[in-house]
C-alpha cells in the first residue's frame, strides 16, 4: 500500500514538474520563450538557431542581470525591450558566459551600443581578442559579486571545460545556479560542441561546482531543460562515459 501511495506520489511529482517546465511561458516575438523560475528569476530559450539556447534575467526591485547576450535576430534588443517595458527594470549588468558567438556572446555590440555595464571572465575576454570580437567592458579573474536590487549575484570560475573560459552565475536567494554550457541537460546523449572543450579538465570542473554550490535546486544547462544538481553528476557521467 505504502508503494503504492509512493508511487503514485513519484508519478504526480513527475508530471508536476514536468508542468512546472512548460507552465509559465511567456513568448517574446518569434524566437524566444520566456519561464519564470518564480521570485524574478526567468530563463530565457533562443531558437533562431538550430539548438535553442537557455540564458537568464533576475529582476530584483527595478533592477535587472541578463546573463548572456545571443547572435542575431534582434534577441538582445528584444530581451532588454521586455526588461524594460514590462518589468520596468533597469539592466544594472550583463554576464556573458563564455566567448561563443551563437549563443552567447554574439548580441554584444547591441549591449554595447546601449551604453550597458558588461562583465565576463579575463580568459574571455583573451578569447575575444584573440578572435577579433566585439566583447564585454570588463574581466575578472576568479569571481565576481554583483549587487541586483537588494539581491546578490556571484559569478564564478570554476576552471575549463566546455570552454577554457566557460563560468557560472549564482543566484544564492534563489538557489539558481546558472551553468550554461558547462552543464548538460538530462536528456543529452553527448557532449555537444567540443570543439574548444578541454575534456580532460571538465569533470574536475564539475565536482569544483558541486562543492562550490551545495545548495544549489534549479541548475540551467546552456541548452534544453533545467533540473536539479543531478544535471552536474549526469554531466559528469557523460564525460566519464566517453
Ligand atoms: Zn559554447
Redesign the pocket.
Known sequence: MLRTISIICLFLFNTMSGLCQSQQLTHLGKYITLQSLGSGAYIYTCSNFEFPSNGLIYIAGNEALLVDAPDGAGIVDSLLGWIKNTQHADVKAVVVT?W?QQ??MGGIDAINKAGLTSYCSDKTLEEAKKHKRAHPSSGFKDSLWLNIGDKKVLCKYPGEG??RDNIVVWLPAEKVLFGG?LVKDAKAQNLG?TE?ANLKAWPKTVKNVLRSFPDAAIVVP?HFNYGSKDLLYYTIELLERK
Open positions: 563564455h561563443h549563443d552567447r566546455h570552454t554550457c560542441y574548444d546552456g
